[in-house]
C-alpha cells in the first residue's frame, strides 16, 4: 500500500514539474525527461517491481501527451524502472559520482530504447535540435542523482 | 503464492508489463494516427489535471512575477498604444478596401463574422517526446472547437490544426511543423504552390511537390495558405523560404522556417467561424 502512496505521489510531483517545465523554457522539455528522472529514482528506492509498475504508468501519461504510437514510452520507462530498481540492489551506488554515472547509463539506455523504439515502431524523426536532445541523458541523470541525494539526506535525518 | 511465483516475482511483473505493452502496441499500429480507445481515456484523465495545475497557479498567482510583470506594463501599453494606431490605420485602410470591393452590407457582414470566428485558448501543454509535433490547449468541444479548425498564434501567422484527441475543455494541436502535416501553399511573391510538411527533428519545414524546373520561387519568399486543402483559409502566413535546393528528383527541395515563433506559443487562437474549418 505503502508503495501505491509514494508512487501516486511521485507521478503527481512529477506530473506537476512537466506541467512547469514549458512556461520556463522551451527548451527545458527537449533536456529534462522528468518522467524519466522519477522512474529512475522511484525504482532505485523501491525495486524492481514497483519500479516497473511505475515506468509503466508514467509511460502512459507521456505517451498520452504524445502524437504517434501509444505506448513507446511506456516499453522504454517500465524497462528503465525494472533495471534501476534490480541494478541499485547489485552494485553500491552510495559514492555520487558512481550514482550519477549509473543514472547517465540507465537514463541513456531509457533514451536509447525509446528513440529505438520511435525509428523502428514510430518511423518519425527524433527532434535533434541541434544537438540539444543528446543533453536530455546527462541532465536527467544529474537531477536524478541529485533528487537522490536529497532523499537520501531527508532519510538520514529522519532517522537520527 | 506457491514458491515458484514467488521467486520469480519481479520478472513475473515485468514480463506481465512488457507483454501488455506489446499488444497495446500491436493494437496501436494498424490505427495509423488515430487516437486509440486507450490513448483518448488517458487524455481524458490528465488533461483536466493539466489544465487545473495551470489554472491554480495563473488563479494563485506569483507575487514576485505580478511585480515584475507590473514593471514591464509601461513599456508593454506604450508598444500596444503604438501597435493599435497601426492597427486602427491597417483596419481603416481594409474597410476601405473592402468598400471598393464590394457594397457597404457585404462588407459590414464579412466584417462581423470575422469578429466571431476564432476562439482564444492557452497553451497547456506540449507533446511530450516531440515538442515540436503537437501542443494541447485549453479550449475543447465545449467551446465550440472541432476537428480540422485551423490554429493561429496571436498575430495571425499559422500553427496548425485541430485533431485527435479532443475532450470538451482541451483540445489537441498538430503543428505545422508535425512531419504528417500537409498544408497547402503558395510562395506571396510568385504564386507556386505546393505542400508544406512539418520536419520535427528541426522544428521547420519543407515545401515539397514544387517542380525541379520551376525557377520562379526564391529565398526569403513568404509564403501563405492557399485554402485549396479545404481545411485552412487562404491567405494565412505560414513560414519563410530559407533554402531552395535540388536532390535530382523531379521536385525541389525547399526548407521553410515556419511564421509563428515555437518559443512564444503562450496564447493561440482556433478559427472556429466560416473562415476556418470544415464545419
Redesign the interface.
Known amino acids: 500500500m505503502r508503495n501505491w502512496i509514494d508512487g501516486a505521489l511521485a507521478a503527481a510531483a512529477a506530473?506537476?514539474a512537466?506541467?512547469?517545465l514549458?512556461?520556463l523554457s522551451?527548451s527545458a522539455?527537449?533536456v529534462v525527461d522528468v518522467?524519466s528522472v522519477a522512474v529512475l529514482v522511484f525504482g532505485t528506492h523501491k525495486?524492481?517491481?514497483p519500479g516497473?509498475?511505475f515506468?509503466?504508468a508514467c509511460?502512459?501519461?507521456?505517451?498520452?501527451?504524445?502524437?504517434?504510437?501509444?505506448?513507446?514510452?511506456?516499453?522504454s520507462l517500465?524497462?528503465g524502472g525494472?533495471l534501476a530498481?534490480?541494478v541499485s540492489r547489485k552494485i553500491n551506488i552510495q559514492p555520487f559520482f558512481r550514482m550519477f554515472a549509473f543514472f547517465a547509463v540507465l537514463a541513456a539506455g531509457t533514451f536509447a530504447g525509446?528513440a529505438g523504439l520511435?525509428a523502428l515502431?514510430g518511423r518519425?524523426?527524433?527532434?535533434?535540435?541541434?544537438g540539444l536532445l543528446l543533453l536530455r541523458p546527462a541532465v536527467s541523470a544529474s537531477a536524478a542523482a541529485m533528487i537522490n541525494l536529497g532523499i537520501r539526506r531527508w532519510k538520514a535525518r529522519r532517522e537520527r | 503464492m506457491p514458491r515458484f511465483l514467488k521467486e520469480r516475482?519481479?520478472g513475473l511483473?515485468?514480463a506481465g508489463?512488457?507483454f501488455?505493452?506489446?499488444v497495446?502496441?500491436s493494437f496501436?499500429?494498424p490505427l495509423g494516427?488515430e487516437?486509440?480507445y486507450?490513448?483518448r481515456a488517458?487524455?481524458a484523465?490528465?488533461?483536466p489535471?493539466?489544465h487545473g495545475?495551470?489554472s491554480a497557479?495563473r488563479g494563485g498567482g506569483d507575487f514576485l512575477g505580478r511585480y515584475l510583470y507590473l514593471r514591464r506594463v509601461e513599456e508593454k501599453n506604450r508598444r500596444y498604444r503604438d501597435e493599435l494606431f497601426r492597427l486602427r490605420q491597417e483596419n481603416a485602410l481594409l474597410r476601405n478596401s473592402l468598400e471598393r470591393l464590394e457594397d457597404r452590407e457585404a462588407a459590414d457582414a464579412f466584417l462581423n463574422r470575422l469578429d466571431r470566428a476564432f476562439v482564444l485558448a492557452d497553451?497547456?501543454?506540449?507533446?511530450?517526446?516531440?515538442?515540436?509535433?503537437?501542443i494541447?490547449i485549453n479550449r475543447g468541444t465545449r467551446h465550440g472547437v472541432r476537428l480540422q479548425m485551423p490554429v493561429v498564434d496571436a498575430r495571425g501567422r499559422l500553427v496548425g490544426r485541430i485533431?485527435a484527441p479532443i475532450d470538451s475543455g482541451e483540445a489537441?494541436v498538430?503543428l505545422i511543423t508535425?512531419?504528417?502535416s500537409a498544408v497547402s501553399v503558395r510562395g506571396l511573391e510568385h504564386p507556386v504552390s505546393g505542400i508544406l510538411s512539418g520536419?520535427?527533428?528541426?522544428?521547420r519545414a519543407w515545401m515539397i511537390y514544387v517542380p525541379a524546373s520551376d525557377e520562379s520561387l526564391v529565398e526569403n519568399e513568404a509564403l501563405a495558405t492557399t485554402g485549396f486543402d479545404r481545411v485552412f483559409p487562404p491567405g494565412l502566413p505560414a513560414g519563410t523560404i530559407v533554402s531552395i535546393g535540388t536532390d535530382g528528383s523531379l521536385f525541389k527541395k525547399i526548407a521553410v522556417q515556419p511564421a509563428f515563433d515555437?518559443?512564444d506559443?503562450?496564447i493561440v487562437a482556433v478559427l472556429t467561424g466560416p473562415s476556418g474549418g470544415r464545419e
Open positions: 506530473f506537476l512537466f506541467s512547469l514549458r512556461p522551451a522539455d527537449l518522467f525495486g524492481e517491481a516497473a509498475v515506468g509503466a509511460g502512459l501519461i507521456v505517451d498520452a501527451f504524445s502524437l504517434g504510437v501509444f505506448g513507446l514510452a511506456g516499453l517500465t524497462l525494472f530498481g534490480y525509446w520511435s515502431i518519425s524523426p527524433l527532434p535533434w535540435s541541434g | 516475482k519481479n511483473v515485468l508489463l512488457m501488455a505493452q506489446a497495446l502496441l496501436q499500429i494516427e487516437a486509440s486507450i490513448e488517458a487524455f484523465v490528465f488533461a489535471i493539466q495545475i495551470r497557479l497553451v497547456i501543454g506540449v507533446d511530450a517526446l516531440q515538442p515540436f509535433k503537437s494541447v485533431i489537441t498538430q508535425d512531419n504528417l520536419d520535427p527533428a528541426s522544428g515555437f518559443r506559443l503562450e
